[in-house]
């Protein structure tokens, strides 16, 4: 019974590549959040999808992030021409549309 | 609006009892509590909903006041398992979607 899985683990980039981290909600779940954190920093929200639906982007900066959660396969957080500024940890979680959360743990994007 | 969360920062001895404190100043609907160890995944401990109820489960347990628009978690006879960060991450009413909210976190270090 496999929990959220993100990958990968670690993801190294240079300034200007692009960025993608994936996301496999737990059994069951059709509904996926992307959160990011910085050392010392609570999480931020970043968007929330359902499958083939963006619900709420609001925390997504408008430039070079995207999000998308096709109907079959994981959900996919893009990141276009990263900056330094976007070295964080990104979680996703999961739920079957109730309450809890549950995260997997995390892509650690550190951008060189 | 991210809710303010204190102490940032606690240190126990094994047995001793802490509280963690979160506000808001925004009508909640709901606060969910979370745990996260170095390096992992946050962990879900519990939701509470409007209506001032209080939870526990073994020494966790927590308290929320809706007209005060805050809620403190409560830890007993802590143990070295305890040790982690905890955030605190409020829905708050009339929300159009679903936007868990975190806050800074505490860091709750038990020692021997």
């Known amino acids: 019974n496999a929990g959220v899985m993100q990958n990968p683990r670690h993801l190294v980039r240079r300034r200007g590549q692009e960025a993608r981290l994936r996301c496999s909600p737990m059994?069951?779940?059709?509904?996926v959040y992307w959160y990011r954190q910085l050392p010392e920093e609570g999480l931020k929200f970043m968007v929330y999808?359902?499958?083939?639906?963006?619900?709420?982007e609001s925390g997504m900066p408008k430039e070079r992030f995207s999000a998308e959660f096709p109907k079959e396969g994981p959900s996919i957080l893009r990141i276009q021409q990263v900056v330094r500024g976007d070295s964080a940890a990104y979680f996703c979680?999961?739920?079957?549309?109730?309450?809890?959360?549950?995260f997997g743990s995390g892509t650690q994007l550190s951008v060189l | 609006q991210q809710p303010v969360q204190s102490p940032q920062a606690v240190i126990l001895r094994e047995g001793e009892d802490a509280v963690i404190n979160c506000s808001s100043s925004?009508?909640?609907?709901?606060v969910h509590w979370y745990r996260q160890k170095h390096g992992e995944a946050p962990v879900f401990l519990m939701i509470?909903?409007?209506?001032?109820e209080q939870k526990g489960h073994d020494k966790i347990s927590a308290s929320f006041n809706e007209k005060k628009q805050q809620s403190s978690l409560y830890l007993t006879a802590s143990q070295l398992s305890y040790s982690g960060t905890y955030f605190c991450?409020?829905?708050?009413?009339?929300?159009?979607?679903?936007?868990?909210?975190f806050g800074k976190g505490t860091k709750l270090s038990v020692i021997p």
């Open positions: 979680a999961s739920s079957s549309g109730g309450e809890k959360l549950f």
């Open positions: 059994k069951g779940h059709s509904h």
């Open positions: 999808l359902q499958k083939e639906n963006i619900i709420d």
């Open positions: 925004k009508a909640l609907y709901s």
């Open positions: 509470l909903l409007k209506g001032g």
């Open positions: 991450g409020t829905l708050h009413s009339g929300a159009g979607s679903y936007q868990l909210t």
